[in-house]
């Protein structure tokens, strides 16, 4: 018997992507009915007919739904993919630009800018997952990919409910790590270790043997141009960090870059590509993804869901790198963190495997991230100005209380039409 699909956000320009894994993996992922829920009508009509075309090109027999009608998406669901935005483009626009005005790295998930999407994300996520628990089926699972995925994760988790978040990067530095070593990716397992969107590759074992080493000593300033940071500091930790490590390896050089002007945000980029994106959607002689959807981000999403959700299902066992309670994998975390780890997947879900202790100078960074992290959940859920502060406080990009202070105020006004938990009277 197949599997229903919802996905939230189903109007998103990645769902193409998304189909695009589905249809790859439908050997081991037997889809009877696939369901795109979106509130945006003509965004949700004109993706959805994309999808429609792409699943009957490769005779897809499944059944095709799209809804603005959230109980009717999620009713009898086996797994629920999040990729939603609250706010759209625009609120991710503020993400990038207000924290410049208080000197501080304008970003959609770290930093500031990641706090005021998580307050404005973490409710609305957690209200689906409840109604995912009435209506869904008995054994359902939840899939975030939706950012800031680490924080999301542990809210849905320390709510009892039953997810697995997914990240993209991970998938992406395998394809990096195989392509430098001259073989195929999945030769290649990582041991990809952090919290999302703060992780480092301490080893990349082929064929029972860890080549990191030797590739960061002959590829390192490949590896350094691709990443934007140092060689010299990627042969110091003798680990290939994550390139949203940037933003705290190199704070000052992407601020003075931001403030500069020189260029425009990410989110005006991605908005231009967008409306072209929906543009080429509309074409019904295009059945197959453009490439300009490479340029909208989100690489290897598609296979990285689709092999997550097919594993899930199957009980395949096999490795990927997904957000997940620590379970005692990490020594220097609590077992409840979540952390982005490989874990073997099955249809219980996810097992990480034991790992050696961080070094210090990972450990510290790791530790102060996730008590931001924790801080910012509860600040989501109860709309706590104090739990807001201090997790800005705690945030290792921003720097000092009189900042704090202020950015707090600045972003709760700028999100106020998106945030009822902190203005209940609105």
Known sequence: MGVKIAVVGGGSTYTPELIEGFATHAGRLPIDELVLLDLNPQRLQVVGGFARRILTKRGWPGVLTLTADRNQALEGADFIVIQLRVGGQQARLLDETLPLEFS???QETTGPGGFAKALRTVPVVLDIAEEVSRRSAKHA??????????IVMQALLDEGHRAIGLCNSAMGFQRMVARLLGVAPNDVALEHVGLNHLTWVRAAVVEGKDRLPDLIHRSGAEIAAEIKIPVDLIQLLAAIPSYYLRYYYCTGEV??????????????????????LLQMYEDPALDEKPALLEQRGGAYYSEAAAQLIASLYAGTGDLQAVDVRN?????????????????????????????????????????????????????AINGDRAAALKALLANPLVPGYSTADGLLHALLEANRSHLPRFFPAD
């Open 104 to 106: 501080t790295i304008g």
């Open 141 to 150: 699972w939840i899939v975030d990919f939706t950012n800031p995925v680490g």
């Open 255 to 276: 601020l003075a870059e931001q403030l500069s002007g020189g260029k425009r945000s990410r989110a005006e980029e991605v908005m231009a590509i967008e409306r072209t």
């Open 327 to 379: 379970a005692g994998a990490i020594p220097d975390l609590p077992d409840d963190a979540v952390v982005e780890i490989p874990a073997r997947i099955d249809r219980q879900g996810a097992h990480p495997a034991p790992l050696a202790s961080l070094a210090p100078e990972l450990a510290g960074l790791v530790q102060q991230v996730k008590a931001y992290e924790r801080l910012a959940v509860k600040a």
